[in-house]
């Protein structure tokens, strides 16, 4: 199994010798330290290059960079390329093989993208892909977007990208500069083209993806925080490679359970009908128990942003928020809301807004104590499933799929049913898509549970921000209580695979 890293900039270095080198040095990293300094050596040489190039001579910008392609580019990193550096190295860590590719020799300044029949055959022969770019006017680079249009127009390579694994890192030259929405943006279109998408880990956060800041040439390698997202994402990215393997081996002895939440409805419980109808037609082409729990209309209190989320360490069973109202709906159904292998987020999106119940932001944001119980949903198959009235315009979709991102989930193409006069027009290819989901819920869950007994340590939540709850899970840790809790997940874990995982 292998992770292609992709570079996206045209001031990438490295290209065929030079990306051959890059992935044996990186490989000779021996630990997080040395590979930081080894990247942070890299971008400095780019410099030099750059003075060497002209820059020194104050030659003009376009004159340096006909200089610079002309160099035998062995060595050096752009600020880009620095980024995927740190994110290949943490999925090679992780045991999973690496390979690089730049993509300014194949999508020139100028003219014509040219040598493609190469680059599918490299497209071709990966099982994940790492996209690395510079952040351009908040979104990525016409680089990045002629590499994904060409990736969409070639049947052979859209096959071939189904349920492969896809994750992304994006380089601006200031803090709030666009790597976020640089990152979203893509992250739709690979779940468009069929991808598991996935971002940074637990260590920080889980969040969209490896986000850097750094501007002029040769600087990215001093943001470590940045490095450290980046390098989570390389580790994000070799679990689903790790997980698409042992699924390749391991099957479900029952039925894939998936949960609806549907947490926005008329009051006629239109959104409802579909979705059931939808259920039935789903079930009927492949094995799933479908659980609708109907949330619209349900009492759902406010997070109150409390400092120590959730209440304490304990079992996955106990809930553990500290709202305790009993008609409140995680208070009631907590038990139920965890009996889980796959999340499907759901709403209704007519046109007319009167008699809409919408609990979906207090919902999401009463979420908060599963993500801080060490991420309870990390690695199930998620996506959102939308009855979107033609003209609503509300985007939930997009919402709900990035926040079931911050859950550590791995993400799918949102599933969004076009209605127009209470139709849907676009149902077969719905209920195909739901095929799908469910065939990605079965082969993702048995391997997921395997992985459950060994995987406890990658997932622990890290309170970036907060130091009270820090302070307070370092407590837990000292007195012993986090490992007696880990170790009988652990045992339960062991358990569950017995109950329902069979070798193929
Ligand atoms: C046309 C253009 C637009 C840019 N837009 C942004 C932007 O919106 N936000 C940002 O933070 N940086 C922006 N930048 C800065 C680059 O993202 C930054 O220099 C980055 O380090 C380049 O990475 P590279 O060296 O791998 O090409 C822009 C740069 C260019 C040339």
Redesign the pocket.
């Known amino acids: 199994m292998k992770v292609l890293g992709i570079s996206a900039?045209?001031?990438n270095a490295r290209y065929g010798a030079g990306s051959e080198s890059f992935i044996t040095e990186l490989k000779a990293c021996a630990d997080k330290d040395a590979v930081k300094k080894y990247l942070h050596e890299q971008t400095q040489i780019r410099v030099f290059e750059f003075m060497d190039a002209g820059r020194e001579k104050a030659e003009s910008f376009d004159v340096i960079y006909r200089n610079l392609r002309k160099q035998r580019n062995a060595r050096g990193l752009?600020?880009?390329?620095t980024a995927l550096g740190a994110g290949l190295w943490g999925c090679y860590n992780d045991g999973v093989d690496i390979e690089h590719v730049g993509l300014a020799r194949y999508f020139p300044m100028r003219g014509e993208a040219q040598n493609l029949d190469k680059l599918k055959e490299i497209v071709l022969s990966a099982d994940g892909y790492l996209i690395s770019g510079?952040?351009?006017?908040?979104d990525r680079g016409s680089v990045a977007q002629e590499f994904i249009s060409w990736l969409k127009n070639d049947p052979e390579i859209v096959a071939h990208l189904q349920n492969k694994a896809y994750a992304g890192l994006a380089?601006?030259?200031?803090r709030n500069?666009?790597q976020e929405t640089t990152l979203m943006f893509q992250i739709f279109d690979m779940c468009q083209l069929g991808m598991h998408v996935v971002g940074n880990d637990a260590e920080t956060t889980s969040q969209y993806g490896g986000t850097i800041v750094?501007?002029d040439?040769g600087t990215?390698g001093d943001d470590n925080y940045g490095l450290d997202t980046s390098i989570g994402t390389g580790r994000r990215i070799a679990k689903v490679v790790n997980l698409h393997k042992i699924s390749q081996k391991v099957k479900l002895r029952d039925r894939p359970r998936i949960s609806i939440w549907a947490i926005q409805d008329d009051e006629n419980r239109s959104g409802r009908a579909h979705i059931e109808k939808w259920c039935e037609d789903v079930s009927k082409r492949i094995d799933v128990d479908f659980q609708y729990m109907d949330i619209s209309a349900e009492t759902v209190h406010r997070c109150i942003a409390c400092d120590l989320c959730p209440t304490h360490v304990g079992p996955l069973e106990e809930y553990r928020c500290i709202i305790n109202d009993k008609e409140d709906f995680f208070k009631a159904n907590h038990e139920k809301i965890v009996d889980t292998d796959g999340i499907l987020l759901a709403a209704y999106s007519p046109k007319d807004w009167q008699n809409l119940n919408s609990v979906y932001q207090r919902f999401i944001e009463r979420t908060r104590y599963f993500r801080r119980d060490d991420y309870v949903f990390s690695n199930y198959v998620a996506a959102p499933i939308v009855i979107s009235e033609i003209g609503s315009q509300q985007y939930i979709s997009m919402r709900m799929a990035m926040s079931l991102l911050r859950h550590n989930t791995i993400l799918t193409k949102p599933l969004i049913g076009r209605m127009n006069d209470g139709e849907i027009l676009n149902w077969d290819a719905l209920v195909n898509q739901g095929e799908k989901f469910v065939q990605s819920v079965a082969s993702m869950t048995p391997a997921r549970l395997e992985d459950a007994v060994v995987d406890n340590v990658e997932r622990r939540y890290n309170p970036v921000g907060y130091a009270i709850s820090l302070a307070r899970v370092n407590e837990e840790v000292e007195v012993g209580l986090v490992d007696k809790v880990k170790s009988d997940a652990g045992v339960a874990a062991n358990e569950s695979v017995k109950a329902r995982v069979v070798s193929k």
Do not use: T
């Not at 380089?171 to 200031?174: E, F, N, R, T, Y």
């Open positions: 900039s045209l001031r752009s600020n880009s390329e510079p952040v351009y006017f908040g380089v601006g030259a200031k500069g666009g750094a501007g040439i990215a």
